[in-house]
């Protein structure tokens, strides 16, 4: 009976091992989390940490868990995004443009500093560059 039984069970064993596929798909990482198409913040330098993905304004980045918490971003609209530094699209902005330019981490004095996304928007007073600080 055992040797009947092992010879049953061999057989559906190495069966179910053949049908079970095995994923070598990796989770997208850092700045590749933000899809085409979408303007993205992100909580950390690099793309890492907590991740917004926006297509379009939004006046308060509190609603999101974003307020203050920005440290780097990827713009992959076509869209000029304009960064503002208080809700409701009011203090001073930055521009983060469409392209190849629209992605990295923010000054250090720009760090935790917006409240509000613009796509396409006229934009307001800039909050310019930090002395000697270039993106």
Not at 99 to 127: E, H, I, L, M, W
Request: aromatic content about 10%.
């Amino acid at each position: 009976m055992g040797n009947m039984l092992r010879t049953l069970l061999v057989p559906v064993a190495v069966a179910a091992a053949t049908v079970l596929p095995v994923s070598t798909v990796h989770a997208a990482g850092g700045y590749d989390r933000c899809p085409a198409g979408y303007y993205c913040m992100f909580s950390g330098l690099d793309g890492t940490g907590d991740v917004i993905k926006l297509t379009r304004s939004t006046p308060d980045l509190t609603v999101l868990g974003m307020n203050d918490r920005a440290k780097s971003d990827w713009n992959r609209t076509s869209s000029a995004i304009h960064l503002w530094s208080d809700a409701n699209y009011s203090g001073c902005t930055t521009v983060t443009s469409a392209g190849p330019t629209g992605k990295g981490n923010f000054f250090p004095a720009y760090r935790d500093f917006f409240s509000s996304v613009q796509f396409d928007g006229p934009g307001g007073p800039s909050c310019g560059a930090p002395p000697g600080e270039g993106r």
